[in-house]
């Protein structure tokens, strides 16, 4: 193939992968594409059609477009960060915590003056300490105050910093890994809308939990496996351009190897997932998930391509890779407890001062980390009895329901011009949002079997990590709250998007050619007549979901209403009070 006719062929890929709502590509996976000729002689349009990724140049309107949303995101997260005063709901644990660890390098018990023994890895808290060292930290009961190292501010929006941070960046991430799903900078600043104008978004960001943390670093990891998938295409891609023949035997039917075409973005996807199981070891759940993904990812690739045994070759290929991510992911999660490790004060560190625990050991580097494993299983058999009753506990089946939201603060204080006043910080989703969901995964499912679509099994697949191994613990009788869901949110979000471009445009086949003359007119009508209609559908939904945000956002950042006011919101007063 001439480099003319290759750089005509990439750029009318790139022109056909900027449509709003496009769902081209669907049938990638479908089965194999007719092979190239005799290897190299040209690579037909179908197999260049299936491996075409969206435009890796830099799109300045893409990124302006995802600057206005990341601008909003930020205004709603910072403004009025320090308020309420004082610490509200888990904050107590995990803002002594955080401060712990920048001070002592381990959490840290001030009213005994020892370490603490806590139950969830260190990096969340990490976070949230980096905002107190940077903005400043109080603490009035254990008489500590200390200046922020950049700025003094209120020392509430020290230790909330690094939550609002956090929210703020995975808006940013959701716009680009929806732009790049759906090829489309219009899907792609809507999911990360309805993200930034969700209420139990907002509320994680502006609160001292590790929850949001969890949140970004999981949709980091799955960012990162989608950008290995495309840049896997693109390798191949190049290969066949080159003249590759998938059907020889051997290396010969693979592109080249070499530390360059090693999968970056994949083993970078599994330190993010250790970073992600260092801020709480659900993100374990997205293990299988993601390994799934990537495997079926590199067996479509290699089917698209032509490779006569895609299976097997995807397996010897890329089985390797997927163990070394895996070991970085083990490598990424131990670095975080670099202060456990370095200091002799952490809990259970050294055997001496714990002389009534078994199993303990004070070997050098060989005892720390047996040590360290005994740590986990003591964390480990805590959470596994985790069954007091809670007044804000729910069960896995109403979260989507939002059948038991978690006040995180209340207060009946303050001026609001009433007899009677009311404060309250609620995580609650923003409804018509949450009530969305079912509907759309119900949506997901069908659309993407009908076209045969991987997008939607990612989807689908990464919803159910998030969701379904909390109804197996439900069944233990285990206390669980709706924030367990918040590594789900942004995937359930994407479904919604993924529904909402299924409406704007029809399905693509990349299989049949292309119309001419006057079919070709008329199917051009069609469409833009469709993508009309489906455009005013999906600005006329992201409007509702703007305004029911717009009226519960008093209750989201704790505004002083009247209590009538207040009580209008409780549209669910037997759940939601």
């Not at 590759?244 to 693979?254: M, N, S, V, W």
């Not at 697949?461 to 709706?482: E, H, I, K, N, Q």
Request: aromatic share 12%.
């Amino acid at each position: 193939m001439t480099s003319a006719s290759t750089a005509q062929s990439a750029s009318a890929g790139r022109a056909g992968s900027e449509h709003a709502g496009s769902t081209g590509d669907a049938t990638e996976e479908s089965g194999p594409p007719p092979t190239p000729d005799g290897g190299g002689g040209g690579v037909p349009a179908i197999v260049r059609r299936r491996l075409a990724t969206i435009d890796a140049r830099l799109d300045v309107n893409s990124w302006i477009a995802t600057a206005v949303v990341v601008a909003i995101a930020a205004i709603l997260r910072l403004v009025g960060l320090s308020y309420p005063k004082g610490k509200i709901f888990d904050e107590i644990y995990y803002a002594r915590d955080g401060w712990g660890l920048v001070d002592k390098g381990v959490e840290w018990n001030y009213k005994d003056n020892g370490p603490s023994y806590v139950v969830h890895p260190p990096l969340g808290k990490w976070l949230i300490g980096l905002g107190e060292w940077a903005f400043g930290y109080s603490d009035a009961e254990h008489n500590i105050s200390v200046p922020g190292h950049l700025m003094t501010t209120a020392p509430e929006f020290g230790w909330r910093f690094g939550a609002a941070l956090a929210g703020i960046v995975s808006v940013l991430l959701l716009v680009r890994i929806g732009r790049r799903l759906f090829r489309s900078t219009t899907l792609g600043c809507a999911a990360g809308l309805l993200l930034a104008l969700d209420g139990f978004h907002l509320v994680l960001s502006r609160t001292a939990l590790l929850d949001i943390f969890l949140l970004l670093f999981v949709l980091a990891a799955f960012g990162a496996l989608v950008l290995d998938r495309d840049a896997r295409r693109r390798r191949w891609s190049r290969a066949l351009d080159a003249g590759l023949d998938p059907t020889a035997p051997g290396r010969a039917g693979r592109p080249a190897g070499g530390w360059r075409n090693w999968p970056w973005w994949r083993l970078a996807a599994g330190v993010l997932l250790g970073l992600a199981c260092a801020v709480k070891w659900s993100a374990l759940y997205f293990l299988p998930a993601f390994a799934l993904l990537a495997l079926l990812w590199e067996v479509g690739v290699r089917r698209s391509a032509g490779v006569r045994r895609p299976w097997r070759d995807a397996l010897l290929d890329e089985l390797p890779w997927l163990v070394l991510a895996g070991v970085l992911m083990v490598v990424a999660y131990v670095a975080t407890w670099s202060g456990w490790l370095l200091t002799d004060d952490g809990y259970y560190r050294l055997a001496a001062r714990y002389p009534n625990v078994p199993g303990l050991s004070d070997t050098p580097i060989i005892g720390a980390l047996n040590n360290l494993w005994e740590y986990h299983k003591a964390a480990y058999g805590f959470h596994k009895q985790l069954d007091d009753p809670h007044k804000y506990q729910s069960w896995p089946w109403q979260w989507l329901l939002l059948g038991r939201p978690v006040a995180f603060h209340w207060s009946g204080e303050g001026a609001c011009g009433a007899p009677s006043c009311a404060s309250e910080i609620l995580l609650l989703g923003t409804p018509l949002l949450w009530w969305s969901f079912l509907p759309a995964l119900f949506g997901a499912a069908w659309i993407g079997l009908a076209r045969r679509d991987w997008r939607a099994g990612a989807i689908l697949l990464c919803v159910a990590a998030g969701l379904l191994p909390w109804f197996w613990f439900a069944f233990d009788g285990r206390t669980m709250f709706s924030f367990y869901a918040a590594p789900a949110l942004p995937f359930l979000v994407l479904a919604v998007v993924y529904v909402l471009g299924a409406i704007v445009t029809p399905a693509t086949d990349g299989a049949r050619a292309p119309a001419t003359g006057e079919a070709a007119a008329a199917g051009e009508d069609e469409v833009a007549e469709r993508r009309l209609v489906g455009g005013v559908i999906v600005g006329a939904y992201v409007l509702l979901v703007a305004l029911c945000f717009a009226y519960f956002y008093p209750i989201f950042v704790g505004k002083v209403l009247p209590y009538a006011e207040w009580s209008a919101r409780m549209w669910l007063d037997g759940r939601w009070i």
